[in-house]
């Protein structure tokens, strides 16, 4: 983890002690989120789509009404090996949300939260299970030098003062480590200050990073722009869109049901089964 200035982990300043160990630390992918510059959002027009797959550097690959977010995506500083790969672009437009309130999800949270296990594995019933802790991909992200990037994630949102980020990573090895769905609330004593991010500001994250949605402090419109990058090993279709210029790559486990309300899989007998299957 770098030494941060009260700008936060994407900007840093190393002083001449700490240079040789965060950079053995940069090598080893241990930055958790960098800024990457700001962005311009276009127009809103009511868009509303999550983990929509499309092919990188293929505009043609998105929906018609989503092609003027390809200049954002391009903006991130993906290698140029992932081009033609499948990612996920997120995009959340409203036209008013509430003070007090979150357009999205609120709660401190990191979006790999743990492994899914095929039906030969699981329960007696037969019955896919989940518990937080391995091999739940979802952009994963690793940060070699300022230039490169490898997957992650890429976030940017118009209204200032609405998304946190940290300067952590959580242990993905750690069985129970975060809640069902990713959440670490109980964490935060542990983690330091978040950085608040301003309007346009694009930054990139891996997916054991905590960050969190903020209440708006005013009512008003607000978008929100995430691009996910190919590392993804689940697609939940009831929480996603999909696309018919781009179809999911065969690697990646279709999963059905509210992922929100599946059971933690580290539970009694009597536990009730699962909420969510897997194909």
């Known amino acids: ?49 999550n983990m929509l797959p499309f092919r990188l550097g293929n505009k043609a690959s998105l929906p018609d009404n989503l092609q003027c977010y390809h200049d954002m995506i391009e903006a991130c500083p993906y290698v140029r090996e992932e081009i033609g790969n499948v990612a996920y672009l997120t995009v959340h437009e409203s036209n ?70 940290w300067d952590a990573l959580i242990d993905s090895s750690v069985p129970g480590i975060v809640e069902r769905g990713g959440g670490c609330g109980h964490l935060r004593p542990w983690i330091g200050q978040g950085t608040t991010l301003e309007a346009g500001e694009l930054v990139w994250l891996t997916d054991r990073t905590p960050h969190e949605n903020m209440k708006q402090q005013q009512g008003g419109p607000r978008q929100f722009f995430r691009l996910v990058m190919p590392h ?23 999963v059905h049901g509210d992922k929100f309300k599946a059971h933690h899989g580290i539970e009694s007998d009597s536990a009730k089964k699962p909420a969510v299957t897997v194909t």
């Open 232 to 254: 993804v090993s689940h697609w939940y279709a009831d929480h996603s869109t999909s696309n018919p210029r781009c179809p999911l790559p065969p690697h990646v486990t279709v």
């Open 96 to 165: 008013h949300v509430p003070q007090g309130t979150t357009q999205r999800r609120p709660g401190l949270h990191i979006e790999s939260p743990g492994v899914f296990r095929d039906a030969a594995k699981n329960d007696q019933d037969g019955e896919p299970w989940f518990y937080p802790a391995q091999e739940h991909h979802w952009g994963v992200g690793i940060f070699y030098n300022a230039d490169r990037y490898e997957g992650g994630i890429y976030i940017a949102s118009s209204q200032s003062g609405t998304t946190q980020v």
């Open 1 to 49: 983890k770098q030494e941060e200035n009260s700008n936060g982990g994407g900007d840093t300043t190393m002083n001449e002690s700490n240079h040789n160990n965060n950079s053995e630390q940069q090598q080893k992918g241990y930055v958790a989120f960098c800024k990457c510059g700001n962005v311009t959002f276009p127009p809103p027009h009511h868009r509303n789509v």
